[in-house]
């Protein structure tokens, strides 16, 4: 079946969950960082952060990819060459990671935004009254709140940012979408195996809901048992 040719495929799609879940990691991270800023954050901090989530989310992902593979290579081998290094190949995985985790996590910074707005202000005051540090502060009441509020936007974001990583393809990344190409160039069958890569995406994609849809049960059953109440 598929000429000898899913075992590969399927190898390939270790390398696509892997690179969705690392961009997922770093995304999460700027996502956080960018939110905290514009809400709690200097006049500066908030500048900055608007402008992060401004730039990247209206230029392509597609261009943005570019820019930092190549773009990014070119500038680290200019670097090198001022401090004496040899030439640095950039690591494909590495910059289709970065690049997919800095773009969702302009987006992700919004989700989170709203997120922690969604947190009555009155509970973040009591807690510093009662001597809670900002780090536990951030542990114990705004994080978990803010999670039951963030799990729709970061469920959408999973599910754009992992048929995103088809794009890493284009920067020579052996994912499952580049073995697809070599096997439809080598049987001239492109149909079948692109059709075979869009079920695997279905697939995954509804995995992904169904998980998600039980997260977010947890963290709203408090929530739903106050409400039965």
């Given at each position: 079946?598929?000429?000898?040719?899913?075992?590969?495929?399927?190898?390939?799609?270790?390398?696509?969950?892997?690179?969705?879940?690392?961009?997922?990691?770093?995304?999460?991270?700027?996502?956080?960082?960018?939110?905290?800023?514009?809400?709690?954050?200097?006049?500066?901090?908030?500048?900055?952060?608007?402008?992060?989530?401004?730039?990247?989310?209206?230029?392509?992902d597609?261009?943005?990819?570019?820019?930092?593979?190549?773009?990014?290579q070119?500038?680290?081998?200019?670097?090198?060459?001022?401090?004496?290094?040899?030439?640095?190949?950039?690591?494909?995985?590495?910059?289709?990671?970065?690049?997919?985790?800095?773009?969702?996590?302009?987006?992700?910074?919004?989700?989170?935004?709203?997120?922690?707005?969604?947190?009555?202000?009155?509970?973040?005051?009591?807690?510093?009254?009662?001597?809670?540090?900002?780090r536990?502060?951030?542990?114990?009441?705004?994080v978990?709140?803010?999670?039951?509020?963030?799990?729709?936007?970061?469920?959408?974001?999973?599910?754009?940012?992992?048929?995103?990583?088809?794009?890493?393809?284009?920067?020579?990344?052996?994912?499952?979408?580049?073995?697809?190409?070599?096997?439809?160039?080598?049987?001239?069958?492109?149909?079948?195996?692109?059709?075979?890569?869009?079920?695997?995406?279905?697939?995954?994609?509804?995995?992904?809901?169904?998980?998600?849809?039980?997260?977010?049960?947890?963290?709203?059953?408090?929530?739903?048992?106050?409400?039965?109440?």
């Open positions: 079946m598929f000429y000898g040719y899913l075992p590969m495929i399927l190898s390939g799609l270790k390398v696509t969950l892997s690179v969705a879940f690392a961009s997922l990691v770093v995304a999460s991270a700027l996502g956080l960082v960018g939110a905290v800023a514009k809400v709690y954050g200097s006049g500066l901090a908030r500048g900055a952060a608007t402008a992060y989530t401004t730039v990247v989310r209206a230029l392509p597609l261009l943005v990819m570019l820019v930092v593979f190549y773009g990014g070119i500038m680290l081998n200019r670097f090198g060459e001022r401090v004496g290094w040899g030439y640095v190949d950039v690591d494909p995985f590495l910059a289709g990671t970065s690049t997919l985790g800095f773009i969702f996590g302009a987006y992700l910074t919004e989700t989170f935004r709203g997120a922690i707005l969604s947190v009555p202000a009155g509970q973040i005051e009591a807690a510093f009254s009662c001597g809670l540090r900002r536990q502060v951030l542990r114990f009441i705004l978990p709140q803010m999670m039951r509020h963030a799990i729709p936007g970061l469920t959408n974001n999973w599910l754009v940012m992992l048929k995103a990583t088809a794009l890493v393809s284009i920067i020579g990344l052996d994912d499952m979408v580049h073995r697809a190409d070599l096997a439809s160039a080598a049987t001239r069958e492109p149909f079948t195996f692109y059709a075979l890569i869009g079920l695997i995406y279905l697939s995954v994609t509804t995995i992904s809901v169904v998980i998600f849809q039980l997260v977010e049960r947890r963290f709203s059953r408090g929530v739903k048992t106050l409400g039965a109440t």
